[in-house]
């Protein structure tokens, strides 16, 4: 039985130094460079994870933060039950807590904070998203919303977020053209898309 620690950034060009600082602890390290929008059982590592954990190889995960495991509320507490489920101790870095006491019983402390952090993680993003909109109505209204503009371009996480209906058929092993239809984008988004998950 293995004590692991599972990494996440939003895109390629950002540091997971400062994640790995204790890797040395750990039987194996897990990196996903996904958006936390994207369910964590979705991810590339999260998937090798979660076999490796089936396999009854992992009886200790840790993270830096309860995001890690996601943007969503519910997509946190699911994974976290699934672990509990499994016997799996979840340590949490920054708030220095086990989910799981002496003998495998449910931390009620550690439920509660990782449900408000949850919610403030949640809460955070759909802030973002927020003042993205009301940026984009007021340059509307002011008649200087032109779009994006030329040679600009949108990093992996926006894309993904952008085009998750595309994203969700491809992990389906869904076509090219039929993620691209369902989406409303390019064949040449969809390829993106591709490429992006395939990373």
Do not use: W
Request: hydrophobic fraction near 35%; charged fraction near 30%.
């Amino acid at each position: 039985m293995a004590k692991v620690k599972y990494v996440r950034v939003s895109t390629d060009d950002q540091n997971t130094a400062r994640q790995e600082i204790n890797n040395n602890d750990f039987s194996k390290i897990y990196i996903d460079k996904e958006s936390g929008a994207i369910k964590f059982a979705e991810r590339k590592e999260a998937k090798k994870l979660i076999a490796d954990i089936d396999k009854g190889n992992i009886n200790e995960i840790h993270i830096s933060s309860v995001d890690r495991l996601g943007r969503n509320i519910i997509d946190i507490l699911t994974m976290i039950e699934y672990f509990n489920q499994r016997q799996i101790k979840l340590f949490v870095e920054n708030i220095g807590m086990f989910s799981l006491l002496d003998e495998n019983i449910p931390n009620p402390s550690f439920k509660m904070i990782v449900s408000v952090l949850g919610n403030v993680a949640e809460m955070e993003r759909h802030n973002m998203l927020e003042r993205q909109k009301q940026g984009i109505y007021l340059a509307k209204a002011k008649g200087t919303y032109k779009g994006r503009l030329y040679g600009t371009k949108l990093t992996d996480d926006q894309l993904l977020v952008k085009y998750k209906s595309v994203a969700k058929e491809l992990r389906n092993g869904e076509s090219l053209r039929r993620a691209a239809k369902i989406g409303q984008c390019s064949l040449g988004t969809a390829q993106k898309i591709q490429r992006i998950l395939s990373k």
